[in-house]
């Protein structure tokens, strides 16, 4: 490689805990301080496989479960030449949701592992560094009701928060739980010192393979 490459930051909490408005503000400040950065997300729900899981997420259709799942995967696995072709480019990626929203979610499920949700994505690109948003549920509850999309209720959200924690223990995911029950501007500025650390350390190693 010869330029240095851009580094995978991922934002994964449960809802309410202000992931979007952090993913978009630490790509801003990093741009701004003349660092190449870009958002991603996910489900991308743009391509043909997000407009399916978008349409389950809303309700207009019913997708049997390890079906979904696996949707979700092949999701973050089409986006992948194009996450690597940026990271070459030195653009590091501000990825709102990945593998372990997809592992947390599916798993709070009755009836699945979390071996089994987590084969599907071994081998994507392994994020330089993962902030586990964490606010307290009378928080989120403070932050207003929740949407109308599937998952959308606080006794998913709570088993989902379970699975998280259970993901965190993984020693090989670099894990960063951010208290994001303070003001936007706090938050952020913890958001931006983990990241600056996190693209220092990533721009002379090469990409890493998840859970692998
Ligand atoms: N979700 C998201 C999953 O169930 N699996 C996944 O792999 C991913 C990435 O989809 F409820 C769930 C999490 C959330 C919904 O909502 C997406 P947003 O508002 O687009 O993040």
């Not at 997708?63 to 979700?72: A, I, P, W, Y």
């Not at 549920?137 to 929740?146: I, K, L």
């Not at 709570?158 to 670099?174: C, G, H, S, W, Y």
Request: charged letters at 25%; a neutral charge; one cysteine or more.
């Amino acid at each position: 490689m010869t330029c240095r490459r851009g580094a995978i930051i991922v934002l994964e909490g449960v809802d309410k805990a202000g992931k979007t408005t952090q993913c978009k503000k630490l790509v801003q400040t990093l741009q701004d301080n003349g660092v190449p950065a870009e958002m991603f997300r996910f489900p991308e729900r743009t391509t043909k496989i997000g407009q399916l899981i978008s349409s389950y997420l809303e309700n207009k259709n019913n997708l049997e479960d390890h079906t979904v799942h696996l949707l979700f995967s092949a999701n973050r696995w089409e986006l992948v030449p194009l996450m690597k072709e940026k990271l070459e480019q030195g653009i590091s990626l501000v990825v709102d949701r990945y593998a372990f929203s997809g592992v947390a979610f599916t798993s709070a499920k009755p009836g699945f592992s979390l071996d089994w949700c987590m084969n599907p994505d071994v081998g994507l690109p392994k994020p330089d560094l993962v902030m586990f948003l964490k606010v307290n549920p009378s928080e989120a509850a403070r932050r207003g009701q929740y949407g109308t999309e599937r998952y959308e209720t606080s006794a998913f959200q709570n088993a989902v928060q379970q699975r998280f924690e259970k993901l965190m223990k993984d020693p090989t995911i670099n894990w960063q739980v951010i208290d994001a029950a303070r003001n936007i501007e706090d938050v952020h500025t913890d958001i931006m010192n983990h990241s600056v650390n996190a693209i220092n350390k990533a721009a002379n190693t090469p990409i890493g393979e998840l859970w692998k």
